[in-house]
C-alpha cells in the first residue's frame, strides 16, 4: 500500500491531475458544502451490495467482446476516408483474378486451336503462315494484358496495405495514450481490486491485438472475400455443370479447415498462457538477479524456466500437429480437385466436341476450373483473419472498459474548489472507513482528530490499526464511508483532486525513484521546477552535499527504482521531490523504518528541518523519532486510544506507555552491519563513477562483474553457450555456429528438408501433366479419355503424396523450434 501511495503521489506531482486553466467551483455555504460533501460521498462510495454488483458486472462487461464496428470508436475523419478508400479498392481488387483466368483461359483455346490448325495442315500436306502470324500477335496481345493486370493488382495492393495500416496506426497510437491516461486517472480503490502487472501486458498485447484486427488484415479480408465471390460467380457463369462438381470440394475443405482453426486457436492461446508463466519467472529471477547470484540459484531457476517451458513445448507441438494436418489436406484437396476437375472438364469437352459451337472447351475448362479453386483457396485463408477480428473484439473490451471508466475520485477533473489560501489546518470528524477491495473490514471506527496550522503530530499504533489509512483520506486516495475529513474547513470531497494533492508533500517508508537522473526524480515533484530549485530543495533534504560530490552531480542516473543509491539516499532524495513544491502538509508515512542508525539520524534531521512552518503528519514505528512532536495520538483496533504529548503520554503509564518500554528493550544488532554496507554502497559507486570508462551510473552496469562469474559456473555445468557470448560482437554470430547449437534437430531438419523438395517437384509436375491433358485433347476420342484417366490417376497420386510430405515437412519444423 505504502508502493502505491508513493506511485500516486508522483504521479500526480507530474502535472497529470491539474490544469493551469481549471476554475474552481463557486464558494458554498456551510450547509450547501455539507450537502454537496454528503451526496458525493453517497455517489463516490456506495453501499457494499451495490459495489459487489458493480464489480460483478463490470467483470461481465469486459468478458463480453465488443462489436465489431465499436472497434473504430476512436477513429478521426482522416482515419475513417483511408479505410474508405481501402474499402473500395480492396472490392475493385476481387475483379481482377477472374480477368486473369479468363485471358489464361483464351489464351488456352487459342493455343489448343492453333495446335489443332497445325496438326489439320499437317496432313494436308500444307503449311500457312498466316495462322502462325495470328496466334503470336494475339499471344503478344493477351501477354500486355496480364501484365497491365499484374501492374494494377501491385498498385491496388499497396494503396490497400498502406490506407488501413496508416489508419490502424493513427487509431492504435490514440487509443494507447488514451488508455494510459484513463489508468493513471482511476482512483487507488480501483487499483486495490486490478493486478497492475496487467496493465502492461494490455499496453502490449492486447492493444497490439486491436492494431492487427482494424489494419491491414481487414482490406486483405475483403479482397478474399470479393475474390471468392467473383470468382464463383464467373466459374457458374462460364459452365455451371463443372463448376457445381468442383465446388463439391469446397464444403470438405472450408469445414475441415474450420475445425482445424478453432481447435488451433484454442492451442495458441493455451500455448501464449504457459510462455508468459515461462516469462514470469524469468523476469522474477532477472529483477532479483543480486539475490539468485548471492545464493548461487542461477542452475535453479535455469531448471524452474526448464519446467514452465516443458508445457508450452507440448501445446506448440500440438499446434504444429494441427497445422501440419491443415497443410496436408489443403493440397490434398487441391490436387484431388485437379483430378476431379480434369476428369470431369474433359468428359464435357468430348461429350461437346462436335458441336459447332460448343459450351465446353479447353479455356472454358480452366477458367471454371481456376475460378472456383481461386476461390475455395481464397476464402478458406479468410479464416485466420476472422480469428484476429475476434482476438481484436476481445482485446478491446478489456481496453475500453478502462477507457470508458469514470473514476469516483478524477486527479484530472476540472470539478472542484480550489481556495486562493491553504493555511494547513486538518480535521477529521466521527471517521468510519472500509476498503473497497475488503469492505466486511472495518479499518477507522470513529475517528476524530484535529492538526492546527504548522502544527506536527504524529500517529503510533501496532500494524494495522489504520495510520496509513489516514494518510490516505488525506490524500484523497479514498473517500469516506463515514463522518468527513477537512482541511482549512473544507471537505475535501469539494476540494479539486489536482489542486489538493498539490499543495500536500508525501514522503512513502520505501520511496520509489524512476531510472532517470537526480534532478528529474526531484523535478517530478514539480515540472517546472528550475536548477536552483532543485538545489535548494536538496539542501533542505540534507542531500545536496552527497549529490555535489559525485562526477555528474545532479545528471547522475540512479537506476532502476533507484538500485544505485542507498536507501538512506533515496529517501533524502524523495522528501527533497516532495518539498521541491513548497507544500503546506507534509506527511511521512513511516520514512525512517527500513533504514539503519546512522541513515536514520541523517534522514530524520532532513525532515525535522522540512516539517518547519507546515502541518505535519508523522505516521512512525521507532517513538524516538516523534519525540517531538506536538501532539502524539495512539490507535488500536481503528480507534485512538490516548493523545497528548510525550511526556503526557508517559506519565499515564498506559499503552503508549508499553509501547516505549519495548522499543527500548530492543538491540538493533544490524546497525552497524547495515551502515558499513551503506558505506561500502557509496565507496563502490563513487569509485564506478571516477573511472573514466563510465560516463553515468547504469543499472545494468553493476551486473557485469557476475555474469562472468555465472558463465563459468555454468561452463562447468556444460551450459556453457547459454551465457558465453553476452559481451560479444554480435557480427562473430555465423550459420556454422547456428547450426552446431541445432545438432539434436537435425534428424527433423533432414527430413522436413526432403519433404520439402519433394514438394517443389510437385509444381512444374503439374504444369508438365496439365500440358498432357492439353495435348490430348487434339486426339482421338477414346485417346483423349484414356489418356485424361491415366493423367487423373497422377493428379491423385500427387494428392496423397502433397498430403504426406506437407504434413511431415510443417510438423518437423514446427518440432525443432
Not at 474433359?346 to 479453386?373: C, H, Q, R, W
Not at 473497497?436 to 503510533?460: F, M, N, Q
Request: glycine fraction near 8%; charged fraction near 20%.
Amino acid at each position: 500500500m505504502l508502493n502505491s501511495d508513493s506511485k500516486s503521489s508522483s504521479v500526480s506531482s507530474k502535472g497529470y491531475g491539474l490544469l493551469d486553466n481549471e476554475e474552481p467551483l463557486q464558494k458554498l455555504n456551510g450547509e450547501q458544502k455539507n450537502n454537496t460533501a454528503n451526496s458525493i460521498s453517497k455517489n463516490a462510495l456506495p453501499q457494499n451490495q451495490d459495489a459487489k454488483e458493480e464489480k460483478s458486472s463490470e467483470k461481465s462487461d469486459q468478458e463480453k467482446p465488443v462489436n465489431f464496428f465499436a472497434l473504430f470508436r476512436y477513429s478521426s475523419s482522416w482515419d475513417k476516408l483511408l479505410m474508405v478508400i481501402g474499402f473500395i479498392v480492396a472490392l475493385f481488387s476481387g475483379a481482377l483474378w477472374p480477368l486473369v483466368m479468363i485471358l489464361f483461359g483464351n489464351f488456352i483455346d487459342q493455343f489448343v486451336n492453333h495446335a489443332v490448325s497445325n496438326s489439320t495442315d499437317s496432313i494436308r500436306g500444307s503449311r500457312s503462315a498466316s495462322p502462325k502470324e495470328d496466334f503470336l500477335q494475339e499471344t503478344a496481345e493477351l501477354s500486355m494484358y496480364n501484365a497491365f493486370l499484374g501492374i494494377l493488382l501491385l498498385v491496388i495492393s499497396y494503396i490497400i496495405i498502406c490506407s488501413f495500416s496508416l489508419s490502424a496506426a493513427n487509431q492504435a497510437h490514440k487509443i494507447r495514450c488514451l488508455f494510459m491516461a484513463s489508468v493513471l486517472k482511476q482512483d487507488i480503490a480501483w487499483f486495490d481490486t486490478h493486478q497492475t502487472g496487467d496493465f502492461a501486458s494490455r499496453m502490449t498485447g492486447d492493444l497490439n491485438k486491436i492494431e492487427d484486427g482494424i489494419g491491414e488484415k481487414i482490406g486483405i479480408c475483403i479482397s478474399f472475400l470479393s475474390t471468392t465471390l467473383l470468382c464463383t460467380v464467373c466459374g457458374l457463369y462460364y459452365g455451371w455443370k463443372l463448376a457445381l462438381v468442383t465446388l463439391s470440394v469446397t464444403p470438405i475443405l472450408t469445414v475441415a479447415m474450420g475445425i482445424l482453426t478453432k481447435v488451433q486457436a484454442a492451442v495458441t492461446r493455451e500455448e501464449s498462457e504457459a510462455y508468459g508463466a515461462a516469462g514470469a519467472v524469468a523476469e522474477e529471477a532477472l529483477s532479483s538477479i543480486r539475490t539468485v547470484v548471492a545464493f548461487g540459484g542461477e542452475q535453479k531457476e535455469i531448471q524452474r524456466y526448464d519446467k514452465c517451458l516443458a508445457p508450452a513445448r507440448k501445446k506448440g507441438i500440438k499446434r504444429g500437429f494441427m497445422t501440419s494436418i491443415g497443410s496436408g489436406l489443403t493440397w490434398f484437396c487441391i490436387f484431388a480437385g485437379y483430378a476431379l476437375a480434369f476428369w470431369y472438364g474433359v468428359k464435357l469437352i468430348v461429350d461437346d466436341k462436335d458441336n459447332p459451337n460448343p459450351e465446353y472447351t479447353a479455356g472454358t475448362l480452366l477458367i471454371v476450373f481456376s475460378n472456383i479453386m481461386t476461390a475455395s483457396m481464397f476464402f478458406g485463408q479468410t479464416a485466420p483473419y476472422f480469428e484476429a477480428f475476434a482476438l481484436a473484439r476481445g482485446g478491446a473490451a478489456k481496453i475500453f472498459s478502462v477507457t470508458q471508466r469514470k473514476p469516483d475520485i478524477d486527479s484530472s477533473s476540472k470539478l472542484g474548489k480550489r481556495p486562493d489560501k491553504l493555511d494547513g489546518s486538518i480535521t477529521f470528524t466521527n471517521v468510519h472507513f472500509t476498503y473497497p477491495a475488503r469492505p466486511d473490514v472495518p479499518v477507522l471506527k470513529g475517528i476524530s482528530l484535529s492538526v492546527k496550522p504548522g502544527e506536527t503530530i504524529a500517529l503510533v499504533g501496532s500494524s494495522g490499526c489504520g495510520k496509513s489509512t489516514i494518510i490516505q483520506l488525506i490524500l484523497r486516495f479514498y473517500d469516506t464511508v463515514e463522518g468527513s475529513v477537512e482541511i482549512d474547513e473544507n471537505n475535501v470531497k469539494v476540494l479539486n483532486v489536482g489542486w489538493l494533492r498539490s499543495n500536500i508533500g508525501f514522503v512513502g517508508q520505501e520511496p520509489v525513484l524512476f531510472s532517470t537522473t537526480i534532478a528529474e526524480n526531484i523535478r517530478y515533484g514539480k515540472n517546472d521546477a528550475t536548477l536552483e530549485e532543485i538545489e535548494e530543495a536538496a539542501k533542505l533534504a540534507n542531500v545536496h552535499d552527497f549529490i555535489s560530490n559525485l562526477p555528474l552531480k545532479y545528471e547522475t542516473l540512479v537506476g532502476d527504482r533507484g538500485t544505485q543509491l542507498s536507501g538512506g539516499q533515496k529517501q533524502r532524495i524523495a522528501v527533497a521531490r516532495a518539498l521541491i513544491k513548497n507544500p503546506k502538509i507534509l506527511l511521512l508515512d513511516e520514512a525512517t523504518s527500513a533504514l539503519d542508525t546512522e541513515s536514520e539520524a541523517i534522514v530524520q534531521s532532513a525532515l525535522d528541518q522540512a516539517s518547519k512552518g507546515r502541518t505535519t503528519i508523522i505516521v512512525a514505528h521507532r517513538l524516538s523519532t516523534i519525540r517531538n512532536a506536538d501532539k502524539i495520538y495512539v490507535l488500536s483496533d481503528g480507534m485512538i486510544k490516548e493523545m497528548g504529548s510525550h511526556d503526557e503520554l508517559m506519565e499515564r503509564k498506559e499503552l503508549y506507555y508499553q509501547l516505549v518500554l519495548s522499543q527500548m528493550n530492543e538491540v538493533d544488532d544490524e546497525g552497524t552491519e547495515d551502515t558499513e554496507e551503506g558505506r561500502h554502497t557509496l565507496k563502490h559507486q563513487s569509485s564506478a563513477l571516477s573511472s573514466s570508462s563510465v560516463a553515468s551510473i547504469d543499472s545494468i552496469q553493476g551486473d557485469h562483474h557476475y555474469r562472468g562469474s555465472a558463465s563459468i559456473s555454468f561452463e562447468e555445468k556444460g551450459i556453457r553457450y547459454i551465457f558465453k557470448d553476452v559481451d560479444e560482437d554480435e557480427s562473430s554470430l555465423s550459420w556454422i555456429r547456428l547450426l552446431k547449437t541445432s545438432l539434436p534437430e537435425w534428424p527433423y531438419l533432414v527430413v522436413g528438408a526432403i519433404c520439402s523438395i519433394i514438394m517443389g517437384i510437385h509444381t512444374p509436375l503439374y504444369g508438365i501433366v496439365f500440358g498432357s491433358i492439353l495435348g490430348v485433347l487434339s486426339e482421338d476420342t477414346d485417346k483423349i479419355l484414356d489418356d485424361n484417366a491415366f493423367y487423373c490417376l497422377i493428379f491423385l497420386l500427387m494428392a496423397v503424396t502433397s498430403f504426406t510430405c506437407s504434413f511431415l515437412q510443417v510438423f518437423f519444423v514446427f518440432c525443432c523450434s
